[in-house]
Structures are given as structure tokens and as C-alpha cells.
């Protein structure tokens, strides 16, 4: 398995992994499908900000992304980002959400990034097991803030503190 930046090239394969999370999981709070040109502007607008989009790939195919942007949209959040990871459902369970999200924190401390943070349907106790494997620790549970597939959803947020500087506009 090869983890790389994404381009142009991986769009469609990444929005067949975006839109396999659509239809079949609670993953993804979005009702709707993307085609190709929306993951372009998509991983266009992430990289005009300087954020990641990263690929796994194997024997040639996209089979998981990540990335990271804005956890919120202030300036007071600047040093903190909000990730996604998404693997291929033939290929969960093996390691690529890891691998991808290893890479993807590297990336994170390297650009002086304070926090990154993760927000998790409640059940999907594989991601919560990740991360928490990752070093990520859940700091809030919010009851029914979604709804998919005809029921309510639980938000659990998690966040790993990426370094130990005091001042946020000083060095580490």
C-alpha cells in the first residue's frame, strides 16, 4: 500500500468511496451523491488552504482518502482541524484507515496544527476504536444532533492535542 496526495486522477474513485458511505453507512450525515467534478472542487478548495488530501492505494487503486480543513471557520481556530477518513468497504478492517490517518497526523504536526479533532457517529465503534488507538480521546457526546436513515444520530467528539506548546502564535 502506497500512501500519496491525491490529484485529479483519484476524484472519481474518491467519490465512489464518499458515495458507498451515502447510501450505506450513517458515516456521512448527507442524504446526496457527488460525481467526480465535485470532488475535484472539493480537493481544489482543500489544497488552494493549504490542506491535505491523501490517498492509499494498492495494485494501482484508490481503496481509502483523508483529509483534514477547518474545524471551524474563525480565526480564533486557526491551529485546529477537523478530519475525515474513509476506506473502501473491501478493504476495512486491514489497516488503511490507520496508515492514512498516521500519515495525515504527521502531516498535521509538521504544518504546527495544535489539534485535530474528529466527529464520530456514536455507533460506528470502529472509528471510535481507532482512534482512540491513535491516542484521540472523546471530550463530548451529543445526543440526536442528526438524523439518517430514518432514526436519530448521536455525535461523539474526539480530539488528539498534536503538541505542548504554550503560546499558540510561538513556537513548540
Same mark, same amino acid.
Given at each position: ?10 476524484? !472519481? ?7 458507498? !458511505?451515502?447510501?450505506? $453507512?450513517? #458515516?456521512?450525515?448527507?442524504?446526496? $451523491? ?5 470532488? /475535484? ?5 482543500r489544497?488552494?488552504?493549504?490542506? %491535505?488530501?491523501?490517498? !492509499? ?10 483529509s483534514?480543513?477547518?474545524?471551524? !471557520? ?17 478493504? +476495512?478492517?486491514? &489497516?488503511?484507515? +490507520?496508515?492514512?490517518? /498516521?500519515?495525515?497526523?504527521?502531516? #498535521?504536526?509538521?504544518r &504546527? ?5 474528529? &466527529? ?16 484521540? $480521546?472523546?471530550?463530548?457526546?451529543? %445526543? ?5 436513515? &430514518?432514526?436519530?444520530?448521536?455525535? $461523539?467528539?474526539? +480530539?488528539? +492535542? ?11
Amino acid at each position: 500500500m502506497n500512501i500519496r496526495h491525491a490529484d485529479r486522477a483519484d476524484c !472519481a474513485a474518491i467519490a465512489e468511496i464518499y458515495n458507498h !458511505a451515502v447510501r450505506f $453507512t450513517a #458515516a456521512i450525515w448527507n442524504d446526496n $451523491t457527488v460525481d467526480s467534478e465535485n470532488r /475535484i472542487q472539493w480537493m481544489t478548495q482543500r489544497q488552494q488552504r493549504h490542506f %491535505p488530501v491523501l490517498v !492509499a492505494e494498492q495494485d494501482g487503486q484508490v481503496i481509502g482518502y483523508a483529509s483534514y480543513g477547518d474545524w471551524r !471557520a474563525f480565526d480564533g481556530f486557526r491551529h485546529t482541524v477537523e478530519h475525515s477518513v474513509y476506506v473502501h468497504p473491501e478493504h +476495512q478492517g486491514n &489497516g488503511v484507515g +490507520q496508515q492514512l490517518m /498516521i500519515t495525515l497526523i504527521d502531516i #498535521a504536526r509538521q504544518r &504546527g496544527i495544535h489539534v485535530m479533532v474528529a &466527529g464520530i457517529e456514536s455507533q460506528n465503534s470502529g472509528s471510535v476504536h481507532l482512534h482512540h488507538k491513535l491516542g484521540f $480521546t472523546i471530550t463530548g457526546q451529543m %445526543p440526536q444532533v442528526g438524523t439518517k436513515f &430514518g432514526r436519530w444520530l448521536d455525535l $461523539t467528539f474526539m +480530539q488528539l +492535542q498534536l503538541d505542548n506548546r504554550r503560546d499558540p502564535d510561538g513556537n513548540p
